[in-house]
Nanobody, 126 residues
Framework: QVQLVESGGGLVQPGDSLRLSCAVS????????VAWFRQAPGKEREAVSC????????YYENSVKGRFTISSDTSKNTVYLTMNTLKPEDTAVYYC???????????????????WGQGTQVTVSS
């Protein structure tokens, strides 16, 4: 059974950094797109970043460009989201998701992702 397990969230101050991890089982991150989404209270879930190792495709939402970096450790079948210069508006529950078996390319719509993790809370507050 495909499982995605996020970790690394927490409470930080503005300007701090966090690294989220998404450990993926069964699905090989080399072959399918893995994305990070976030959902803040009262808002829709939005795509933050995505990586497709096989396609060499990387996506970042505009507000996180230059601050967030997505990466993969294929030996651990894990995808990371390194978040720098965090802002209060980054506060949300962060989810990772994979498109297996539908596709290797990154897309921004949550409906196109088949498997989801349970989410990890990120709170940025002074």
């Amino acid at each position: 059974q495909v499982q995605l397990v996020e970790s690394g969230g927490g409470l930080v101050q503005p300007g701090d950094s966090l690294r989220l991890s998404c450990a993926v089982s069964v699905v090989n991150v080399n072959y399918y797109a893995v994305a990070w989404f976030r959902q803040a209270p009262g808002k829709e879930r939005e795509a933050v970043s995505c990586t497709s190792v096989s396609d060499g495709d990387v996506y970042y939402e505009n507000s996180v460009k230059g601050r967030f970096t997505i990466s993969s450790d294929t030996s651990k079948n894990t995808v990371y989201l390194t978040m720098n210069t965090l802002k209060p508006e980054d506060t949300a529950v962060y989810y990772c998701a994979t498109r297996s078996p539908r596709g290797r390319s990154c897309v921004e719509t949550s409906i196109d992702y088949d498997y989801w993790g349970q989410g990890t809370q990120v709170t940025v507050s002074s």
